[in-house]
């Protein structure tokens, strides 16, 4: 069945870019301006691919139809877009056997485990507010929590545990346990992360979790909710000035946050929009012929 034609889909990353910036997600999701993909997340693409087959089998390694999970399928190098399920981009073989490196530790160190009434990769369609629809994939579902899985090029990018408690997306994602299991009082979060770089042998996992009451992540749906509201009113005002588009409370951490904001050169005032966008679109037209 085909959504209102006044609602919307919503995702924890849009939430986490309006909090950060209204001024970020008006120019990502109400204007779909164009921005730079510099491959981050192929490798975090591949190992979370590697990860779910094996969370996908049981306690003896097999799949439900009997035969033993195969963690390395042909193909398997390869980060698929996970709506699509085009091949986007090929790990070189240095990648590949860190991606198999990597995971190894997190089965051996007993981080990843086959945890009981898990769920992989669940499809969240709950409403947020009156206008929106959440649009987001759980890694794993379980019956009191949840963990996603991190891929980390910079150790200095792991939450915390209390960072973790106020995270956008987990407790976005706990909304929908405490959905499926309204009895609840506390869920639990937890956060795996693996480490991109190959020197970091003695790092290559870590897990980071912690517990958050279900007052806690009602708080934040309120805060959701108020979200989605002032959302919807912007994507009404598709032609509004740029810089009449509220900006952050904290310009030097927002503007600056993982590695810059794709629209610093537009809010520096070093170009318009329709340069940005031109230049963006022939950046990326040439990354798709290479
Ligand atoms: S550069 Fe800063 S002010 Fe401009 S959109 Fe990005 S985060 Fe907001």
């Known amino acids: 069945m085909r959504d209102p034609p006044d609602t919307f889909k919503v995702s924890p990353s849009q939430l986490e870019a309006?909090?950060?910036?209204?001024?970020?997600?008006?120019?990502?999701w109400t204007l779909k301006l164009p921005t730079i993909d510099r491959g981050y997340g192929h490798?975090?693409?591949?190992?979370?691919?590697?990860?779910?087959?094996?969370?996908?089998?049981?306690?003896?390694?097999?799949r439900p139809d009997g035969l033993p999970v195969d963690l390395y399928p042909e193909g398997w190098e390869w980060a698929c877009n996970r709506f699509t399920g085009r091949r986007e981009h090929r790990l070189q073989p240095l990648e590949r056997d860190h991606v198999r490196r990597v995971?190894?530790?997190?089965?051996?160190?007993?981080?990843?485990?086959?945890?009981?009434?898990r769920q992989i990769e669940v499809l969240m369609t709950r409403k947020v507010g009156k206008r929106a629809q959440a649009?987001?994939?759980?890694?794993?579902?379980?019956?009191?929590g949840v963990l996603d899985h991190k891929s980390l090029g910079n150790p200095r990018y792991r939450k915390s545990e209390r960072q973790l408690r106020e995270d956008v997306q987990m407790n976005f994602y706990a909304g929908e346990v405490l959905e499926r299991n309204p009895r609840l009082k506390e869920v639990h979060l937890a956060h795996l992360y693996y480490s991109k770089n190959p020197a970091d042998r003695q790092n290559l996992t870590k897990l980071v979790q912690t517990s958050v009451t279900?007052?806690?992540?009602?708080?934040?749906?309120?805060?959701?909710?108020?979200?989605?509201d002032r959302m919807a009113a912007l994507r009404e005002q598709k032609n509004r000035p740029w810089f009449e588009v509220q900006g952050?409370?904290?310009?030097?951490?927002?503007?600056?946050?993982?590695?810059?904001?794709?629209?610093?050169?537009?809010?520096?005032?070093?170009?318009?929009?329709v340069r940005y966008t031109r230049r963006v679109q022939t950046i990326t037209q040439k990354g798709t012929k290479t």
Not at 20 to 27: K, V, Y
Not at 214 to 223: C, E, P
């Open 18 to 28: 309006w909090l950060t910036c209204p001024r970020l997600h008006f120019g990502k």
């Open 43 to 62: 490798f975090g693409t591949v190992l979370h691919a590697v990860a779910e087959r094996w969370l996908d089998g049981d306690d003896r390694g097999r």
């Open 103 to 117: 995971f190894e530790d997190a089965v051996e160190s007993g981080r990843l485990k086959r945890w009981q009434g």
């Open 135 to 144: 649009n987001a994939y759980i890694d794993v579902l379980l019956p009191r």
């Open 214 to 228: 279900a007052d806690h992540v009602a708080a934040w749906w309120q805060i959701f909710e108020d979200v989605v």
């Open 248 to 273: 952050p409370t904290d310009y030097a951490k927002a503007c600056n946050q993982y590695g810059g904001c794709d629209f610093r050169s537009v809010c520096t005032r070093k170009e318009s929009l």
